[in-house]
């Protein structure tokens, strides 16, 4: 049986059960439609714990890995376990009514990523946002929202920053293209302190920086941002996550992550060197009026 990794999350361990079973199913040779019909569901039901999109409850598991074949031992009692703290809930539940469902995966699989890559256009990733630039951001995308609703929206965000400054964090790789870091947001003096904030966190060594800037012209990404996300454990695929107005996708499809993870690259290697994208940044600071 898979270990899991001690600083996993609940949503990484979730679908990590859901290989294990999954696992468990194949090798007895036994169908997902026979498989719900022991814990009173359905086909899609399986397949939903199969994925680790669904909460488990006891019962199922305890039930499925008895018509598996794995009535005792040590083989059901990791399960058993990898159950109790995949059902245990993360920090980010206690805003759930501010969180869509679609985007809790994702805050989740942040949490318990060994290395994250993405590629921004328009803002600078949240991970990297000072308090001042995450609440203009907020704001005004937040049309008919409270000043109070909105000032946990931005805790939200500095709370979901700490991954980074975990002993055991992932490694962050940005690619920022130059309208983002151009684009007024909130004013003068917040760009201003925004970008000296990205400088300063450079200086992190599990945080790397890089520009795609207009002289460029045309890139491999212009289809807009995404982030590709990988795990310690093995057992878990890499997972590209791309965001859309109301909804996002979570790809995990080797040819499907394999397309984007050869984007990320292409674009890492015409994008600004670590140095150069200090030039940059100093360069953009001194353009604010």
Not at 37 to 48: D, Y
Not at 91 to 105: E, G, K, T, Y
Request: with cysteine; charged share 25%; glycine share 8%.
């Amino acid at each position: 049986m898979t270990q899991f990794q001690p600083g996993s999350g609940p949503t990484a361990l979730r679908i990590l059960l859901g290989t294990q079973l999954r696992r468990l199913r194949e090798e007895k040779g036994i169908t997902r439609e026979d498989a719900g019909h022991v814990i009173r569901g359905s086909e899609s039901k399986i397949s939903r714990m199969e994925l680790g999109r669904v909460g488990f409850k006891e019962r199922d598991v305890a039930d499925l890995l008895t018509y598996y074949g794995v009535a005792e031992g040590d083989a059901r009692s990791a399960v058993m376990d990898l159950l109790e703290r995949a059902n245990e809930p993360g920090w980010w539940h206690r805003f759930n009514d501010l969180l869509p469902s679609w985007f809790q995966a994702y805050v989740g699989l942040e949490e318990a990523a060994a290395r994250i890559r993405t590629y921004e256009v328009q803002f600078v990733p949240g991970l990297l946002q000072t308090k001042e630039y995450a609440r203009a951001v907020i704001t005004a995308g937040a049309a008919g929202i409270g000043a109070a609703e909105i000032s946990r929206r931005v805790d939200l965000r500095m709370e979901r920053q700490r991954v980074l400054d975990r002993g055991d964090g992932p490694i962050f790789w940005a690619v920022i293209d130059e309208a983002a870091l151009r684009r007024p947001i909130g004013g003068a003096d917040v760009m201003r302190g925004q970008l000296e904030h990205l400088l300063e966190l450079m200086r992190q060594p599990n945080i790397t920086i890089q520009v795609m800037p207009f002289s460029f012209g045309g890139h491999s990404a212009e289809g807009g941002a995404f982030s590709v996300l990988r795990f310690n454990d093995h057992e878990l695929p890499d997972i590209v996550y791309v965001e859309q107005l109301a909804s996002a996708l979570y790809l995990d499809k080797r040819e499907e992550v394999d397309r984007y993870s050869e984007v990320m690259e292409r674009l890492c290697a015409v994008s600004t060197t670590p140095e150069a994208t200090v030039d940059i940044l100093q360069k953009i600071i001194s353009d604010i009026i």
